[in-house]
């Protein structure tokens, strides 16, 4: 295992709310990852532990982080602040984003190296949407993104604006966890910054949309809508892979998918970044 230092960080949302995080520095490194959760996510999760140390093992840097209303508490493994879940929003979380990316570059090692944003499922949106906005990013990784936020059909939304909430279960722990309109709200208040499509065709930054031929949670056809949206997309599709890469949470053991998404993850990484003989 690849010697490194790790940090622990909690800074404060724009709502005064905790976002808490993880920074993993190996020697020398040459280039920072910024790790994005998807919706019922949590920094922790399966594999991303795992990924930290991948990069790690490359010298890359990176930062993981919990947004601050995924609704998990540091340590546990079940959703316990489902209340602060309930209010969130994609704008939330794009300032969240934008706090991190503040709160690393104030760290002395890595306030100079390329940055790169990595978002597993509805977290690689927020890469895309946080790309536009946010300056000195080099390049994006999306595994599994959605390719649209507004995900849900009108009768549903109908339903959840006359009863004031949508329930959605989650598979792992068996809770439901309840969604107020907020998010619903943000969509209507702020279509063109949240409008994955013009991000896209704005963003001319190079960008690896990887994603799995048996995702099970967000069609494949997604990956070709946010490929072609985009200026300098590379698009890899892992055959067998399901969302996860046939990860689980726990991680026990590491599958051949996850393994070969997390290779052509570092191989684009590397391909991006200037070598020290360059610099």
């Known amino acids: 295992m690849t010697q490194h230092a790790t940090t622990r960080f909690e ?41 930290s140390e991948s990069f790690a093992e490359a010298q890359i840097a990176s930062c993981r982080f919990d947004m601050s209303r995924c609704g998990i508490t540091e340590g546990s493994e079940t959703f316990d602040r489902l209340d602060l879940f309930a209010d969130d929003t994609y704008s939330v979380e794009l300032a969240d984003l934008e706090r991190v990316i503040a709160h690393v570059r104030s760290v002395d090692d890595l306030s100079a190296l390329p940055l790169f944003l990595f978002g597993h499922s509805r977290g690689g949106a927020i890469a895309i949407l946080g790309a536009r906005t946010i300056d000195r990013v080099d390049g994006v990784i999306t595994w599994s993104s959605i390719a649209t936020l507004r995900r849900w059909d009108d009768a549903t939304i109908a339903r959840w604006r006359r009863d004031g909430f949508l329930d959605v279960e989650n598979l792992r722990t068996k809770q439901t966890m309840r969604m107020s309109t907020r998010l619903l709200d943000d969509l209507d208040a702020n279509r063109e ?86 610099e």
């Open 193 to 278: 910054r949240l409008d994955l499509e013009k991000a896209l065709g704005g963003l001319a930054l190079p960008m690896l949309v990887l994603h799995g031929a048996s995702d099970e949670s967000v069609p494949v056809e997604e990956a070709t809508e946010i490929h072609d949206a985009a200026d300098n997309a590379s698009m890899v599709v892992i055959e067998s892979a399901t969302h996860t890469y046939g990860a689980i949470h726990p991680l026990v053991t590491v599958p051949r998918e996850l393994r070969l998404a997390m290779a052509i993850t570092r191989q684009f990484i590397q391909s991006w970044t200037p070598s020290r003989d360059e």
């Open 11 to 51: 800074i404060s949302s724009d709502e005064g709310l905790p976002i808490r995080g993880v920074i993993e520095i190996p020697t020398n490194p040459l280039a920072l990852v910024v790790t994005i959760h998807g919706f019922k996510g949590f920094k922790d999760w399966g594999f991303f532990p795992w990924t």
